[in-house]
């Protein structure tokens, strides 16, 4: 064989050899890739469902078979996303203590703030439905409770006033249908369509429904998020209250007439456009229209 065409004939060879087999390192990789997943398989095998949850201080049957079926779903699921759950709880430091503070004022079980965990993943987040907040309220339910919902502005974003709404409209759900578990499962496909399945089937408890998929892992979702949101480190997650979100410190400055240039009106006020917005996130324009009804925006700065 020519020189030339020997050298190419080995080079060719070489080249498929290193198609075909892995470098020693990549097959290192690859082998302690597949030791992780195999020993996180096996640590999510091993955790088992908790002997107790609970609502609102309603106790979750986890001796009816079905029960305990759909809570081990919850359970593992949950559990296949840590860092879903990471988010949770870095995200509750921000928004927990003023859910904590409104609930306790209302008379509220402190349960409820689980409930906007469940719908919003403590996310400004829009659904399909056009359901917003971190309460997830549509626009008539949104409305109905006192939320003001134009193109300018949106109170379902404004965390105080869509905190108080939802805490209104699960105390009707409550009075409708008896249970705090039957108002959240409520909140979620309706009072009146949870009431008429209620008259339909002759049960009041919301174990012994049989409802839509959606709502009938409503209530378990929420007490696995409470549950590994509270017994994290059980699980091996750890988030030091240092690494958590914050809300920063604000002040409150009162506008009872409207704003055209918002930019201008936060360097006015020893601020900017940005960290007004940020706090602010029910103001969805560059400006504020004058409030309805005489009534007056409370707009947070930092302080």
């Known amino acids: 064989?020519?020189?030339?065409?020997?050298r190419i004939a080995i080079g060719f060879a070489a080249t498929c050899l290193a198609v075909v087999l892995p470098s020693c390192g990549d097959t290192a990789q690859g082998r302690a890739d597949e030791t992780k997943r195999s020993a996180d398989t096996l640590a999510i095998s091993t955790w088992k469902l908790p002997k107790e949850l609970s609502f609102c201080?309603?106790?979750?049957?986890?001796?009816i078979p079905e029960v305990r079926e759909r809570a081990e779903r919850e359970f593992y699921i949950n559990l296949q996303t840590p860092g879903q759950i990471i988010l949770y709880i870095k995200r509750s430091g921000r928004y927990f203590p003023t859910y904590e503070k409104v609930l306790k004022e209302a008379g509220a079980p402190?349960?409820?703030?689980?409930?906007?965990?469940?719908e919003s993943a403590l996310f400004m987040a829009r659904s399909p439905k056009d359901a917003v907040g971190l309460w997830q309220f549509i626009p008539s339910t949104g409305r109905a409770y006192g939320l003001t919902i134009t193109d300018e502005i949106d109170e379902r974003r404004n965390v105080i006033k869509s905190t108080r709404a939802a805490i209104a409209y699960l105390r009707a759900g409550r009075e409708a249908n008896g249970s705090w578990s039957n108002a959240a499962a409520g909140?979620?496909?309706?009072h009146e369509n949870l009431s008429g399945n209620v008259k339909f089937q002759q049960k009041d408890d919301y174990y012994d429904l049989f409802l839509n998929e959606?709502?009938?892992?409503?209530?378990?979702?929420?007490?696995m998020v409470?549950?590994?949101m509270e017994h994290a480190h059980?699980?091996?997650i750890i988030v030091p209250e240092s690494e958590r979100y914050t809300a920063p410190p604000t002040r409150t400055i009162r506008e009872n007439g409207a704003v055209s240039n918002l930019a201008q009106w936060a360097m006015a006020n020893g601020t900017t456009y940005k960290d007004v917005k940020l706090l602010n996130p029910w103001i969805l324009g560059r400006g504020i229209p004058a409030p309805p009804n005489g009534r007056v925006w409370e707009v947070e700065i930092p302080r």
């Open 187 to 190: 909140y979620n496909m309706g």
């Open 110 to 118: 402190d349960d409820l703030k689980y409930l906007s965990v469940a």
């Open 1 to 6: 064989m020519h020189p030339v065409h020997k």
């Open 214 to 223: 959606e709502t009938s892992r409503y209530i378990l979702r929420i007490a």
């Open 234 to 236: 059980q699980y091996g």
């Open 57 to 63: 201080g309603e106790r979750v049957p986890l001796d």
């Open 226 to 228: 409470k549950h590994l």
